[in-house]
């Protein structure tokens, strides 16, 4: 029997639904299980990121709170309990943490004459260069701080001299260990006017430049503590 224009159209309305069906579920059939696997990788991988931020924010606060009471422990001369929390932090993923560990254990270490022992460990945290240059410098200050009898003045000067100009937050005790390698050098030319530009800069360490105003004098270069014209006027 032949179909009327009306029910042609329905019928190729109900066919061409069909094929739309058999369309999708075909790619479903071919392509819904990769998809799926997508969306879920997707899915894992943003509650992973979500995760791991709140995993890491987390141990950075507890790290936080190791480290503040290790370096409390150092205050009360209870080395040995804070020795405990810092060996912990060595291997943090925080630089700062791990950095802050290592500097605090070495300085434990310079507390009980283990001037070796200290030197050792300052020297590598100055050559670790997955700390930041802070880290390093006064970890190299240390280093030499710790050496400083026992090593020749030129390789005082050759380690701190990069570090003992003024401007450089480090200049106070590098330019004091400098100048003093000077004097061992029988250089109180260029002692002189290195501990006066110490004694003279406000961002020095004021027991460091009372030390220098001092040196500066007894080389015969005068020179004014600032501090000392401040409270002046």
Not at 132 to 149: F, H
Not at 186 to 200: D, E, H, T, V, Y
């Amino acid at each position: 029997m032949a179909l009327t224009p009306q029910s042609s159209d329905a019928f190729f309305r109900e066919v061409d639904e069909e094929l739309r069906r058999e369309q999708i579920t075909g790619f479903w059939k071919n392509y819904g299980k990769w998809i799926a696997m997508i969306v879920a990788a997707g899915l894992l991988s943003f509650g992973g990121y979500l995760w791991w931020t709140h995993h890491s924010q987390q141990r950075a606060g507890v790290e936080g709170e190791q480290l503040a009471a290790a370096l409390d422990d150092l205050t009360r001369n209870q080395p040995d309990k804070a020795k405990v929390a810092l060996d912990a932090l060595v291997d943090s993923k925080s630089a700062g943490y791990r950095a802050a560990a290592r500097l605090s254990l070495a300085d434990v270490a310079m507390q009980k004459d283990d001037l070796k022992g200290a030197a050792a460990a300052f020297k590598a945290i100055a050559e670790d260069e997955t700390l930041g240059k802070p880290y390093r410098d006064v970890a190299l200050i240390r280093q030499t701080a710790a050496e400083y009898d026992t090593v020749a003045p030129d390789v005082v000067i050759a380690r701190l001299k990069p570090l003992a100009v003024p401007g450089n937050p480090w200049f106070g005790s590098a330019g004091e260990m400098v100048a003093m390698a000077y004097m061992k050098q029988n250089k109180p030319q260029l002692a002189g006017p290195l501990f006066a530009a110490i004694g003279s800069d406000p961002g020095v360490p004021r027991t460091i430049r009372s030390r220098a105003v001092q040196m500066a004098g007894i080389l015969g270069i005068e020179t004014a503590d600032p501090s000392n014209e401040s409270a002046a006027k």
